[in-house]
C-alpha cells in the first residue's frame, strides 16, 4: 500500500494543540503521526500524518486550521513495501555488542559465539541500521547482564529487532507492540522467522491503550524506542505498567532533548541510570 506523509510546520501551543486536535481527527483511522521539533529555540515543530489517503486527510488537516491560519501542507511520497526491501537487501549485517543483526543473505556472516538475529527486509523500522536500534541493543545487554528479567514490554516495536533479541536472550516472555499495523504484521513475520514465537506475541496498540497490554503489566523491563515527544507523554502511563525496582529504556531521543525526557521521568519518580550516546542520538535507561 503506497504512504504518503503529509506534513506542516507550525510554532509554539499552536503546534501542540494542532496536534492534538489531528490525534483526535485521526483516531478512528488509526494513522501513525508525529511531531518532531525542528527548531528548539524558535519552539517549531513538524506535525506529520502518515496516510494512504493523501487528498482527503489534507483536506481534513486544512479542516482544523483555524480562521487565518495558513500552514502549508506539504506532500512526501513513501516508498512501497517491495522497494523498501529491495533497497535493504544489500544493507550489511550489523553488530552490537553479542547481537548480529542480518538479512537472509547474510547467514554465513554469522559466529558460534553471535546472538543472530535475522530480519527480513520489511517496510517497519529496525534493521539494525539505526542508532538509536543499536543503543537499544547495548542498553538490553547492560540490562540483561544484572538482572534476570520475566516480562518485558517492547513498545513501538517495528520489525520486532529488540523483542527477538531480548527473546535469543533469556527464557524472558515478551510483549511487543505497534501503533503501525504494517509493522505489528512485519513483526510476526519476523518472530516466526527467528523461532520466538512462543517467547514474543505482537499486536497492534497505541501507547498503552490496549486491555492486553494491561493485562500482561506489570513488566519489570519496558523498552521504547520511539521519539522524544511521545516518550513524555508516556511517562505517567510507564510508571503505572513498571514493576517497583523495574527498568525502562527509552529510545528515539535527539541528544540535545534528553533533558526534558529524564525531566519528565524523574518527575514519575524514575531515576536514572545511564545514557548512551550514538551519534547525535542518546538510549536512556531508568529506574523505578
Ligand atoms: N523498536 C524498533 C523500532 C523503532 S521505530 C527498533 O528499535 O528498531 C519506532 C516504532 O514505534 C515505529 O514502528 C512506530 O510505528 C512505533 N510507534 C510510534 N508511536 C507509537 C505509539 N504511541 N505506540 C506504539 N508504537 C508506536
Known amino acids: 500500500m503506497t504512504q504518503t506523509r503529509l506534513h506542516f510546520i507550525a510554532a509554539g501551543d499552536r503546534a501542540r494543540q494542532l496536534f492534538a486536535a489531528m490525534e483526535r481527527s485521526f483516531e478512528d483511522d488509526g494513522f501513525p503521526l508525529a511531531i518532531l521539533e525542528i527548531d528548539e529555540t524558535a519552539d517549531r515543530h513538524e506535525l506529520s500524518v502518515y496516510t494512504p489517503t493523501p487528498e482527503a486527510d489534507a483536506a481534513k488537516i486544512r479542516d482544523l486550521f483555524g480562521h487565518g491560519e495558513t500552514y502549508e501542507v506539504e506532500y512526501e511520497a513513501l516508498p512501497d513495501i517491495d522497494w523498501v526491501a529491495k533497497s535493504l537487501e544489500g544493507l550489511p549485517p550489523v553488530r552490537a555488542g553479542r547481537y548480529l543483526v542480518h538479512g537472509s543473505h547474510d547467514r554465513q556472516a554469522r559466529k558460534i559465539s553471535d546472538i543472530a538475529i535475522e530480519i527480513d527486509a520489511g517496510q517497519a523500522f529496525g534493521t539494525g541500521h539505526h542508532e538509536t536500534t543499536a543503543g537499544c541493543l547495548n542498553a538490553i545487554a547492560s540490562v540483561a547482564k544484572r538482572v534476570e528479567l520475566r516480562n518485558v514490554l517492547d513498545l513501538g516495536t517495528g520489525s520486532a529487532v529488540l523483542a527477538i533479541a531480548l527473546a535469543k536472550t533469556m527464557p524472558v516472555k515478551v510483549l511487543a507492540t ?55 507523554k508516556l511517562a505517567p502511563a510507564m510508571t503505572r505498567h513498571t514493576k517497583p525496582g523495574g527498568t525502562i529504556i527509552l529510545s528515539g531521543i535527539l541528544a540535545r532533548q534528553r533533558w526534558p525526557v529524564i525531566a519528565a521521568y524523574a518527575n514519575q519518580r524514575f531515576k536514572h541510570v545511564a545514557t548512551t550516546w550514538s551519534g547525535e542520538w542518546v538510549t536512556i535507561q531508568l529506574k523505578r
Do not use: K
Not at 181 to 202: C, D, F, M, Y
Not at 209 to 220: I, L, Q
Open 178 to 232: 505497534d501503533i503501525d499495523p504494517i509493522a505489528t504484521l512485519v513483526a510476526n513475520s519476523n518472530i516466526r522467522l527467528n523461532g520466538v514465537t512462543r517467547q514474543v506475541s505482537a499486536l497492534t496498540a497505541n501507547g498503552f491503550n490496549a486491555s492486553v497490554v494491561s493485562a500482561c503489566a506489570p513488566f519489570d523491563l519496558i523498552i521504547a524506542n520511539v521519539l522524544a515527544g511521545p516518550l513524555m
